[in-house]
Each structure stands twice: as structure tokens, then as C-alpha cells.
T-cell receptor
Framework: GENVEQHPSTLSVQEGDSAVIKCTYSDSASNYFPWYKQELGKRPQLIIDIRSNVGEKKDQRIAVTLNKTAKHFSLHITETQPEDSAVYFCAARGPLSGGYNKLIFGAGTRLAVHP | DAGVIQSPRHEVTEMGQEVTLRCKPISGHDYLFWYRQTMMRGLELLIYFNNNVPIDDSGMPEDRFSAKMPNASFSTLKIQPSEPRDSAVYFC????????????FGPGTRLTVL
């Protein structure tokens, strides 16, 4: 089955710096890679996702890159702000057309942005 | 849209008691997922339903856990008897059918078993 590894487990940056979180997956059939942000005591919320037919996707200060050959994908946050402080989870899933419905989550990265 | 609704938001019970967690998915969503989140094990998928039918319950930890979805707008996760190691946050999530990828989480139920 699919296995997703996420690094680092904790990340501390100064406000305005960039933050990068990396994930690797094991199943070459995986084709959907979402990133969720979870603030303390709140639910995980989708912030960006990417499908395997593209290599990069951006949304304002957030970007995700995907390397299918190496089976890894990364979240990039630029110009970090204190409100970016949260736990970030990556996930992977195979094609819906192939009957894949389960998201396999990484262990999470606790990001702290210091003013 | 109200999003995924879960109740109760907090539950404190004593070991051995029955616990029932409830979930109302987003209207029109065909898939419903139950997750458990702990510091040690992260986000674990327990079971998921498609059109009210349980598809994969391989994540259910043991026979003390059971889940039902009697109709498209309601699901329950029951623990009987509860144990202290069941203490966790339980999330329900739903997703539309077809080619829609996005999964939406509910606010969660924080369960404490004393």
C-alpha cells in the first residue's frame, strides 16, 4: 500500500522567510497530492493540491511542486506570516477511476513563524 | 452550505461506557470518511462509505469500534466499551462523487476516556 513520509517534523522560521516542507510517496499509481493546514484545535483544511499531470501549482504565497520520477512533492510558503503557524499535512492518493478513494497522510510538520 | 457537521464537539466518559459520535456530511456528497487523530499515530483513516455502504473498514482498530450510515445525511461511529487509549480527536470528512478530489473535514469530536 501507499506510504507517505514527511519532513521536517518541525520547522521554525522568521517572519518574511520562506518555508519548505517535503514529502515522498511510495505508490507510483498515486496521482493526487493535497496539502492540508491544521491550526491548533481546528479541522484540517485544504490549502492547495496538485495532480500528476502538472509539475507546479501556485496560489499567492503558496506553491506546490511535484517530481513524479523521484516520487516526491513539496510545499513552498513565501513571505511567511505569523498566521501561517500551524501543522501542515501532505497526502497522496491514486486515481479515482482506479478505485482509489483513501488519502494517505504524512505525519505532519509543525511550522512556527516568529515575528 | 454548513459544511460537515459533527456532534458532540467534546465528550468525556469513563472507561467501559459506550460512546457514539455523529456526523452529517455535506449535502450531495457520496463519500464519508471517519478519521482518528492522535499525537502518536497522526491522522488515521478508520472507515469510509460510498453511497451509505461501508467500503473499507481495514482501519477500524478492533471489534469495539463500529460505524453505520443509515442514510445519506447521517453516520455514527460507536465505541463499546470505551478505553482510555481511545482518547483522540475523531474527524468526519466527506467528498462529492465523480471526479471531484477535494475532501472536506468536520470540526472533530475530542474524546476523553477516563
Amino acid at each position: 500500500g501507499e506510504n507517505v513520509e514527511q519532513h521536517p517534523s518541525t520547522l521554525s522560521v522568521q517572519e518574511g522567510d520562506s518555508a519548505v516542507i517535503k514529502c515522498t510517496y511510495s505508490d507510483s499509481a498515486s496521482n493526487y497530492f493535497p496539502w492540508y493546514k491544521q491550526e491548533l484545535g481546528k479541522r484540517p483544511q485544504l490549502i492547495i493540491d496538485i495532480r500528476s499531470n502538472v509539475g507546479e501549482k501556485k496560489d499567492q504565497r503558496i506553491a506546490v511542486t511535484l517530481n513524479k520520477t523521484a516520487k516526491h512533492f513539496s510545499l513552498h510558503i513565501t513571505e511567511t506570516q505569523p498566521e501561517d503557524s500551524a501543522v501542515y499535512f501532505c497526502a497522496a492518493r491514486g486515481p479515482l477511476s482506479g478505485g482509489y478513494n483513501k488519502l494517505i497522510f504524512g505525519a505532519g510538520t509543525r511550522l512556527a513563524v516568529h515575528p | 452550505d454548513a459544511g460537515v457537521i459533527q456532534s458532540p464537539r467534546h465528550e468525556v466518559t469513563e472507561m467501559g461506557q459506550e460512546v457514539t459520535l455523529r456526523c452529517k456530511p455535506i449535502s450531495g456528497h457520496d463519500y464519508l470518511f471517519w478519521y482518528r487523530q492522535t499525537m502518536m499515530r497522526g491522522l488515521e483513516l478508520l472507515i469510509y462509505f460510498n453511497n451509505n455502504v461501508p467500503i473499507d473498514d481495514s482501519g477500524m482498530p478492533e471489534d469495539r469500534f463500529s460505524a453505520k450510515m443509515p442514510n445519506a445525511s447521517f453516520s455514527t461511529l460507536k465505541i463499546q466499551p470505551s478505553e482510555p487509549r481511545d482518547s483522540a480527536v475523531y474527524f468526519c470528512a466527506s467528498r462529492a462523487g465523480g471526479s471531484t478530489d477535494t475532501q472536506y473535514f468536520g470540526p472533530g469530536t475530542r474524546l476523553t476516556v477516563l
